[in-house]
């Protein structure tokens, strides 16, 4: 028997969307003391990929679709990845996922680390890029 089959996960899944949900829904993540800050910030004081994901959370349950891109460009394309990715695995097993290509890691690497690097220049337009 597998430990997470699909109903387990299905059932995990839920669970934390009805915590998650709601607390970014009710609660602003900027100055709240209950979410955590960035550790790479805090001690390398740059921006990661992630910089920003929370408040675009926040912005994105508030239907602040411009204000979620404002605070990260990359939250809006991985979330619809992710659910596609998920779909796809639930809906359409026989398929082949998304990431199963050989590049498709690799590319989404360079698009991370290339995203990282730009939105931690301090010129216009790179600093658009930064939350």
Do not use: W
């Not at 109903?7 to 998650?20: P, Q």
């Not at 408040?55 to 891109?69: F, P, S, V």
């Not at 890691?105 to 337009?125: A, D, E, G, Q, S």
Request: charged residues 15%; glycine residues 4%; aromatic residues 12%.
């Amino acid at each position: 028997m597998e430990i997470f089959s699909k109903k387990r996960f299905l059932i995990l899944i839920g669970v934390l969307l009805k915590i998650t949900v709601p607390l970014y829904f009710l609660f602003n993540p900027s100055g709240q003391l209950i979410f955590p800050k960035c550790p790479i910030y805090q001690h390398l004081g740059v921006y990661c990929s992630g910089c920003g994901s929370q408040r675009a959370i926040h912005d994105l349950l508030h239907l602040n679709i411009l204000d979620a891109i404002g605070h990260n460009l990359l939250l809006l394309p991985a979330l619809t990845l992710i659910i596609i990715e998920l779909c796809m695995r639930f809906f359409r097993p026989e398929k082949k996922s998304l990431f199963y290509y050989r590049k498709a890691p690799i590319i989404i690497l360079i698009v991370i680390l290339v995203f990282t690097i730009l939105r931690n220049i301090k010129m216009y337009p790179f600093e658009y890029l930064a939350p």
